[in-house]
């Protein structure tokens, strides 16, 4: 553990035990972060968002905060609890903008465009949601690994110091996962789990 991870992990455990003056500490340290876990989500130069990064981080950082179920004990959890939280914040925001919508139901859904949060992708966000329910149900490792990767925007590296395996497993588990997503977002009927990358891969047309 570096200098910076162990000082985050501290301020992290001073929250847990009711410091108050720890937050605005955690603040500072982390408000960077938090806003790159949320701009990842805003790439796209498309208009008429009616969630934008500052809005994504300050709720982000509220529901961090306050909820009270959380032992806090190092910066990597705090990365695996923020992704489940962003995810969770879209998924939200996503349901009430496809509620005003009609989602075209044969429009292809394509991994890339919608990890950049955009309201024309509230009912893909929707589905990939629900994709990746189904996907924990096989392999919850994966599952995880694209939460991390697609809703926190980590990297391959942060994602397998996260979850404590190799970055060449992360690697593999995305490719495997990604090509499976796909084609159960595209139509294809799935009933076993992804266990082979070059078959999933194919499967999904070489995505």
């Not at 599952?143 to 990767?149: D, F």
Request: proline content about 3%; overall charge negative; cysteine-free.
């Amino acid at each position: 553990m570096n200098a910076e991870d162990n000082q985050i992990t501290l301020v992290l455990q001073r929250i847990t035990a009711g410091d108050r003056a720890a937050e605005a500490e955690f603040l500072r340290l982390m408000y960077s972060e938090l806003h790159r876990l949320a701009e990842r989500q805003f790439r796209s130069e498309r208009a008429g968002h009616t969630l934008e990064p500052s809005a994504l981080v300050n709720e982000l950082y509220l529901r961090l905060i306050h909820n009270t179920t959380v032992q806090w004990r190092s910066r990597a959890h705090f990365y695996a609890v923020a992704a489940l939280t962003v995810r969770r914040i879209l998924v939200d925001y996503a349901r009430a903008t496809h509620a005003k919508r009609r989602p075209d139901p044969s429009r292809r859904v394509d991994l890339d465009v919608v990890a950049v949060y955009s309201d024309d992708h509230a009912h893909e966000v929707l589905l990939v949601d629900e994709a990746l329910n189904r996907l924990a149900e096989w392999d919850p490792r994966q599952a995880r690994i694209v939460e991390l990767l697609f809703f926190a925007g980590l990297t391959v590296e942060e994602t397998a110091h996260v979850l404590g395996i190799s970055a060449r497993t992360v690697k593999r588990d995305w490719t495997m996962a990604r090509a499976w997503l796909s084609a159960l977002l595209n139509g294809r009927s799935l009933d076993s789990p992804p266990a082979d990358e070059t078959s999933w891969t194919n499967s999904a047309g070489g995505e």
